[in-house]
């Protein structure tokens, strides 16, 4: 599975839009984009998932590049309830891969 | 709610001792996986079961085993703990584990060893 890397932490003013990158270079043709997100300790979440085309969902909005080595996460409305662990994954599935670091979003009122 | 439904939700024990973490799928799901996430750090993947079989390993201890039952509840057990294996402790379900199914994890097990 290929290796991910994300931005340790990001702001956003709550109702902006949140833009969270995730580089992914060495992601391979049959690999799947993931993104999940993490409240303090809660379970993580399931937001959105790609492997080519650009995803929305009621949730977010996914934002592959055509070489694929990239994507942004969108929220488009950033609320104070968004404050979370964001993580990027790119998997073929077994899910092998450590979720990483992942990002630290804080919204600000 | 995301259906994935773990027990206990606390679990406070001393060093040397055993335990056992249950984890009960989403109705459907075929595919249990287990994940270690100590003290502000990432989700560390344990082990993957599909329908009562192993089908991924990852940094699981030789102190830890686990299984997934006919019913397809699956337990994690961990042995002569140590302070280190304290973490919060989560289970997540898919259909049949496919690159293109999302999972979906309970609210987690706090282990605690004293």
């Known amino acids: 599975d290929a290796k991910t890397t994300q931005p340790p932490s990001m702001d956003c003013a709550e109702g902006r839009a949140a833009n969270l990158p995730c580089n992914h270079s060495t992601i391979s043709g049959n690999e799947y984009v993931y993104w999940y997100r993490q409240i303090h300790s809660q379970g993580p979440q399931y937001i959105i998932h790609?492997?080519?085309n650009n995803e929305t969902n009621e949730m977010a909005s996914l934002i592959i590049t055509e070489d694929r080595k990239s994507s942004t996460l969108i929220l488009p409305h950033a609320t104070l309830r968004d404050t979370a662990v964001y993580y990027c994954i790119a998997h073929t599935g077994g899910f092998k891969t450590i979720f990483g670091a992942g990002t630290r979003l804080f919204v600000k009122a | 709610d995301s259906g994935v439904t773990q027990t206990p939700k606390h679990l406070i024990t001393a060093t040397g001792q055993r335990v056992t973490l249950r984890c009960s799928p989403r109705?459907?799901?075929?595919?249990v996986y287990w994940y270690q996430q100590s003290l502000d750090q990432g989700l560390q993947f344990l082990i993957q079961?599909?329908?009562?079989?192993?089908?991924a390993k990852g940094n699981i201890l030789e102190r830890f085993s686990a299984q997934q039952f006919p019913d397809l509840h699956s337990e994690l057990n961990l042995s002569s703990l140590e302070l280190g294996d304290s973490a919060l402790y989560f289970c997540?379900?898919?259909?049949?584990?496919?690159?293109?199914?999302?999972?979906?994890f309970g609210s987690g097990t706090q282990l605690s060893v004293l």
């Open positions: 790609g492997l080519k």
């Open positions: 109705s459907g799901d075929l595919s």
């Open positions: 079961y599909y329908n009562g079989e192993e089908r």
């Open positions: 997540a379900s898919s259909v049949r584990g496919l690159a293109n199914e999302k999972l979906f």
